[in-house]
């Protein structure tokens, strides 16, 4: 209403951000196109906007009356704004397919001061109208974010426009999904080599060789999102696992370093630990199932990992599988070290810890804020322990436990104002001693009253039949059958 001159004060004019993804939500829903609603948004000096098309119509039916015409009235609405708002630094695409190959015609000479693009759709750069006008007109862009590109020169067009910027001027880039991009890209990123401070990236398995091109070295956060089969770099591309650690560890500036459905992850991440330029505060190795790294293979970087001092968030999925007792204390010991840590989940990894896993962690890393950790047989033995961690905001067990009213009322009683606003979150609570619904109640009164925090309290699904661990030395071989502790049902879905 500001843009039209319908408000007191000219809003419009102090307008720093754009996004049109709502408008779009809003005209696609159905119950929004029925009736009053849709006629009471498009009255007054909004009626400008009631743009509408022919619906199509099926051979042998009845005309059916027109609809929006959403397209035409997103693209309607950002032109009025960005025509009245001079001082616009971020624009996102709708999730419209490529709104903006044709709207930034118009609207990039307006866009003065832009300096954020999210795109929908990366066709926008394969036009060179288009790219032209954001190298002359849009002079501050730093700052690309592309969630798609369907065409298979997508790498291309993205090399060129990204060529086609000033050197060293762009600071973040990021690609949500399939983007096609490969080697051309990682070529042109590498002109903004000594400015690109955030790199984001989903790499197709026939694209992963573009890593090996990269020579951008002052990054400060890096995410690699892999989608493919799974691919050990260091035993089957060895030249490009060394090409990639060469790079990464010339990167002394990176603080931040997430890593999607890499088996070679801790391999990638190992040099970058024992290199001491690089203090990394965020650390993330995530993955689905069957495109986990197994912990027993791993020994040098889990050890490695305690010397990382500055981590102050841990985040490690990876596949337990023949995990020993070894194993166990070299990742308990190195976690135990990292005194600045803050935020620690660990999935599947922990699926064998034992409360005195949990007891340690508690008892080393007062710094705690946000916990996520599996285990088995979990007990009330862990909550004095983790009571102390007075920064404490959200705990999630997500293993199997056995705890009590009793034991959990403790718990709440010994929380203080640090932890006020306390997330608890039981996964998976053992049937046998789970909670009634009445003392669920009793727990989450005492949480609320306390701290105003809450609780999430799910039952063990599958068959509660038991198991515990079995090591023959230190090697863990099987689980047996014990009647006080239940095990999954083998034919649960473990994943995600």
């Not at 709207?103 to 790219?131: I, Q, Y």
């Not at 370093?257 to 990638?268: G, V």
């Not at 500055?310 to 985040?315: F, K």
Request: net charge negative.
């Amino acid at each position: 209403m500001s843009a039209l001159g319908h408000t007191i004060y000219p809003y419009c004019k102090h307008l720093r951000m754009l996004d049109l993804r709502d408008l779009g939500y809003l005209l696609e829903e159905d119950k929004f196109r029925q009736g009053k609603i849709v006629r009471n948004f498009f009255s007054g000096p909004l009626a400008r906007f009631n743009l509408t098309m022919e619906a199509p119509v099926r051979q042998g039916s009845r005309n059916r009356p027109k609809r929006l015409d959403i397209r035409r009235i997103v693209v309607a609405v950002g032109d009025v704004i960005t025509e009245q708002s001079p001082l616009l630094e971020a624009l996102t695409e709708p999730i419209i397919d490529g709104l903006l190959s044709s709207a930034l015609l118009s609207w990039a000479p307006r866009l003065r001061n832009l300096r954020r693009l999210d795109l929908w759709d990366g066709s926008a750069l394969a036009d060179e109208t288009v790219s032209n006008l954001l190298h002359s007109h849009c002079p501050n862009l730093d700052a690309l974010r592309i969630y798609s590109a369907t065409s298979q020169d997508a790498d291309r067009h993205i090399a060129s426009f990204l060529n086609g910027r000033a050197p060293n001027t762009l600071t973040y880039f990021e690609c949500l999904s399939n983007c096609h991009i490969g080697v051309e890209t990682a070529i042109a990123l590498n002109t903004h080599g000594k400015s690109l401070a955030v790199l984001k990236l989903y790499l197709t398995e026939d694209k992963i060789k573009a890593l090996g091109s990269l020579r951008c070295t002052s990054l400060t956060t890096l995410a690699i999102d892999y989608s493919g089969q799974p691919d050990n770099l260091k035993e089957t591309q060895n030249d490009l696992y060394l090409e990639i650690v060469e790079w990464l560890r010339a990167c002394v500036h990176l603080r931040d370093i997430s890593l999607s459905h890499m088996i070679s992850a801790p391999d990638l991440v190992l040099p970058l630990l024992l290199t001491k330029e690089i203090q990394l505060h965020k650390l993330q190795i995530n993955s689905k199932e069957g495109m986990s790294y197994l912990v027993k293979d791993h020994h040098d970087f889990h050890q490695s990992l305690g010397q990382e001092l500055s981590l102050q968030e841990l985040s490690l999925r990876a596949d337990p599988e023949g995990l020993g007792r070894d194993d166990l204390d070299i990742l308990t010991t190195s976690i135990c070290s990292l005194s600045n840590l803050r935020h620690l989940t660990l999935t599947r990894i922990s699926d064998f810890f034992t409360d005195q896993h949990i007891q340690a962690f508690a008892s080393h890393l007062d710094n705690l804020e946000h916990i996520y950790v599996g285990g088995y047989g979990i007990s009330d033995s862990v909550w004095d322990s983790v009571a102390r961690l007075k920064s404490l905001k959200s705990l999630t067990f997500s293993g199997l436990t056995n705890f009590t009213m009793a034991g959990m009322l403790r718990f709440v009683e010994q929380l203080g104002d640090g932890n006020q606003g306390l997330m608890l979150a039981i996964d998976n609570a053992v049937n046998e001693s789970a909670l009634t619904s009445e003392e669920q109640d009793t727990v989450r009164e005492a949480l609320a009253a306390k701290v105003e925090g809450s609780l999430a309290y799910q039952l063990l699904t599958g068959k509660a039949t038991g198991s515990c661990a079995v090591y023959s030395g230190h090697q863990l071989l099987t689980l047996c059958t014990d009647p006080n502790m239940p095990k999954y049902d083998d034919t649960t879905d473990d994943s995600d």
